[in-house]
């Protein structure tokens, strides 16, 4: 299905050819891009989000698999939202880091900390081999309203999230973190962060990408209730499993 909606109608879509899934191994994926990156404004890429599509770099897409539906499309209604009794714990365990934002520049400190994260979390997966060109394609190339939130444990750098603005909410972009601080819960923070930076700009979403139920890396997405999925074309509520 092509989007021919308004906002659209300068843009072209395309598919790749098919490649192995990054979270269903022995499975084959295809992605349908939004192309060019230059005429995709803040109202077109918002659209763009609330029709299933993500962001990487400039590169913005959405599965286009044939035989395949695991990737959902997912949000957290910021309003309604209330944490659980372990994300109390989280918040509260983590209330003292400082977040600041950033414009999205290069900076070593920043990435030998992705470089760490990802040779922990992500070792032999091709991401670890990043270096700064990919770095900077990745998380500092972008068309959009974007932000880099940088958190320090005093003068310890610890987390970094990249955050979309868009029309009626946030789009969690990445974030990445200091691996050897498992106890901390720094990921979730991460995500209680920006559905709280969300109520405070009276935006009603928090989009999170794709909720993929039997990927372990995608599966805690259902825990932030309540999350809507974009089913068969419609935002829908999903009950936690």
């Known amino acids: 299905m092509y989007p021919t909606e308004p906002p659209f109608q300068r843009i072209q879509f395309y598919l790749t ?3 192995d899934c ?31 599509f993500r962001r990487s770099g400039q590169f913005i897409y959405r599965p286009h698999c044939e035989h395949c539906r695991a990737c959902v499309p997912v949000r957290v209604d910021a309003a309604r939202f209330a944490p659980n009794r372990t994300q ?9 880091l400082d977040a600041r934002f950033l414009p ?15 040779g922990s979390r992500h070792a032999g997966g091709g991401m670890d081999r990043d270096g700064p060109d990919q770095y900077i394609q990745f998380l500092l190339s972008s068309n959009v309203d974007s932000a880099m939130v940088e958190f320090r444990d005093g003068d310890t750098l610890v987390m970094i999230a990249v955050i979309d603005q868009i029309d ?14 498992g106890q901390d819960s720094l990921g979730v923070y991460g995500v209680l962060w920006q ?8 935006l009603p979403y928090l989009y ?25 074309g419609r935002w829908q509520p999903l009950a936690p499993a």
């Not at 009626?168 to 601080?181: E, K, M, N, Q, W």
């Not at 993929?212 to 089913?231: C, D, N, T, W």
Request: proline fraction near 4%.
């Open 88 to 96: 109390r714990r989280c918040l509260k365990r983590n209330r003292g």
């Open 22 to 52: 990054s979270y269903l191994p022995g499975e084959r994926a295809r992605s349908q891009v939004a192309t060019p990156a230059h005429l995709i404004d803040r109202h077109a890429y918002s659209a763009l989000i609330r029709a299933g």
């Open 168 to 181: 009626d909410g946030l789009s969690a972009v990445y974030t990445f973190f200091d691996p050897h601080r």
């Open 208 to 232: 999170l990408g794709y909720w993929i139920a039997a990927s372990r890396k995608m599966a805690y997405k259902i825990q932030y209730a309540p999350l809507e999925g974009l089913v068969d």
């Open 195 to 202: 559905i709280e930076l969300a109520r405070r700009l009276e």
């Open 17 to 19: 050819a098919h490649y």
């Open 104 to 118: 999205l520049d290069f900076r070593n400190e920043h990435y030998d900390l992705y470089r760490r994260y990802l």
